[in-house]
């Protein structure tokens, strides 16, 4: 049986009944274990490219993403997050109701250890989303979905080895 026909099938089912994500991040210096353990985030800065998007973006990226942070970064040293965001491409509604469509995010992430200012750790960050006709609510609301998809990618890529 060629697989091909049975691999494109699922993926159309896929983007026709929910969404479906793909990492694109990597880490350019790893936290360190002691950091991971014993780092939690206080503050959370963020620069923006020329990006189309709401006013209230800025708000809401900072409390999603806080609150990511908050279920995995639990120590007692504090941190600022320092991001920046070059990339965010919000799903077409029309498109995505008829076929499917994709939220992308790319951008970097330093965590900065507050009593220094010394970088602790440095990552890349990219997600892209993709939803199909039933996912056309989630998709709609982007800059959250892609705001609390930051903030899990930093929760795997620094925070992971401290559970």
Do not use: H
């Not at 959370?44 to 900072?62: A, Y």
């Amino acid at each position: 049986m060629n697989r091909y026909p049975l691999l494109a099938l699922a993926g159309a089912a896929v983007c026709l009944s929910g969404c479906m994500s793909m990492s694109r991040s990597e880490t350019v210096s790893p936290l360190s274990t002691d950091w991971a353990a014993a780092g939690r985030v206080d503050e959370i800065t963020l620069t923006k490219g020329d990006l189309k998007v709401t006013p209230e973006f800025d708000d809401i990226f900072k409390a999603k993403v806080k609150a990511k942070l908050d279920t995995c970064a639990k120590g007692t040293r504090p941190l600022r997050l320092e991001a920046r965001i070059d990339r965010l491409d919000k799903a077409n509604p029309v498109i995505t109701t008829v076929v499917a469509g994709a939220n992308v995010l790319r951008g970097e992430a330093q965590l900065i250890d507050i009593a220094t200012g010394k970088t602790v750790a440095d990552y890349k960050v990219g997600k892209t989303i993709v939803g199909g006709r039933f996912a056309i609510v989630v998709m709609g609301e982007a800059e959250e979905q892609l705001s609390t998809a930051f903030g899990d990618e930093i929760c795997k890529q620094a925070f992971a080895a401290a559970k």
